[in-house]
Structures are given as C-alpha cells and as structure tokens.
C-alpha cells in the first residue's frame, strides 16, 4: 500500500515570494491533515479536512496560508506572501474516516521550506 | 486544553539496555494517546496508541508502552534498545479543540543508543 506522498521535498524562496505544496494521501482515507513543524518542536496542525470540507482551521494563518482538497483526495497548502518565520517542514497526514478521533494520522515525507 | 509533555529533551542509553522515553498528559475526559518516531529529514512513522483497553500496548520494531491513570503518563520502552533506535520520539494526544480531531505533540526526546 502506497503511503502519502508529498511534493516538493525541498523548497527554497525569498520572503514575500508564493509557494504551494501538494499532497496525495493514502487511498480511501477521507481525513486530511496538514502540519507545520518548525525545527525544535512538534508538529502543530494547520488545518483538518473531511472529504473536500474543512474540520478546523482555527490555527491557520489566514492571512497569508490557504489550502484547498476540492475533489476530497489530493490537496494544495499555499503561503502567500512568505515570511522568515515560515521556515519549517509541512507535514501532511491522512487517516480513515476518523469521528472518533481512535484512527491512526499516517505522515509522508514533509516539505521543508526555507525562507530566506 | 489536551496537552502532553516530554520532560527530557535527550536521552542516552546503551545498545542492549533497556531504554524509557517519558511523556505525562493533561486531558479532559479519556485520553487518546500516541507516540510517533522521526528520523532525519523523514515524516513521522506511527509506533502504537492507546484508545482503551489493556494497560500495555504493544506496537512496531518492539516498542511498548504503558498507560499509568494515576500517574497520567504514557512511557515508551524497550527491552533491549539498537542503536538503528537512534531517533527523535513524538508523544502525542487527541486534541478535539478545534472543531476538529487533532493530534497534539510534545516536545519531543531524542534518543541516543551508543554502542
């Protein structure tokens, strides 16, 4: 069984400048999580998807951070402009259906990113 | 709020000791809990959880972990540690804040097995 796939790994790009990162999970997994885990620390979420509608988004910076999973599978993080302090791996996470929060978060590989 | 910490940021142990990695929670209600390990430049790889049931979970390459109520805590171990363990460990807990199910994480502890 295929993990979840995430691309790029590395990114490098001027503050003020757009990235996008992209994320295939695990087949048949409705639950859709992305990470952001700045280096020193774990993991904290971003934003939880149910098929294509958001869960929670409530530590999303949505100023300049959008994510999108419009068919419910595959998903886009976007940050708009970049700051120095975006400077960490993006995580991405998928599980079964998971309601009652007793489903196992599986990871991919991350994204770092790093601004400069 | 459900939080967990992980109160030693390393941890040093000799390849066919055993070896402990801490981690003590705060929660409301019944706890949800998880550990993940990290090697460099990887994403997190699921070891075990506990959700219910039986004190002593057992989980991949050997791991353990024991759920403590009283003692609010949920230790990961191993009977005889390699030195492939050498890694950086994740608790983590079920965290409904949000609106949604997010795992919450510590700190994290990375471990050291020396030859």
């Known amino acids: 069984e295929a993990g979840v796939a995430q691309s790029p790994r590395y990114k490098i790009i001027e503050k003020r400048q757009s990235v996008a990162f992209w994320c295939n999970p695990i087949?048949?997994?409705?639950?859709l999580y992305w990470y952001q885990q700045i280096l020193g620390q774990g993991p904290k979420l971003l934003i939880q998807f149910q098929n294509n509608g958001v869960v929670d988004d409530s530590q999303l910076p949505k100023d300049r951070f959008s994510a999108e999973r419009l068919k419910g599978v595959d998903s886009t993080l976007k940050i708009q402009p970049a700051k120095l302090e975006d400077s960490a791996v993006y995580l991405c996470a998928s599980s079964l259906s998971n309601p009652g929060g007793q489903e196992t978060q599986y990871f991919g590989p991350g994204t770092r990113l790093l601004v400069l | 709020a459900q939080s967990v910490a992980q109160p030693e940021d390393q941890v040093n142990v000799a390849e066919g000791n055993p070896l402990t990695v801490k981690c003590t929670y705060s929660?409301?209600?019944?706890?949800?809990l998880f550990w993940y390990v990290q090697y460099p430049n990887r994403g997190l790889q699921f070891l075990l959880k506990y959700i219910t049931g039986d004190n002593l979970v057992k989980g991949s390459y050997g791991f353990e972990a024991e759920f403590n109520k009283s003692q609010t805590s949920f230790h990961l171990k191993k009977p005889s540690a390699l030195v492939s363990d050498s890694a950086l460990y994740f608790c983590a807990v079920r965290d409904w804040g949000g609106g949604g199910n997010k795992l919450t994480f510590g700190t994290g502890t990375q471990l050291k097995v020396e030859l």
């Open positions: 929660v409301s209600g019944n706890p949800y």
């Open positions: 087949s048949g997994h409705a639950t």
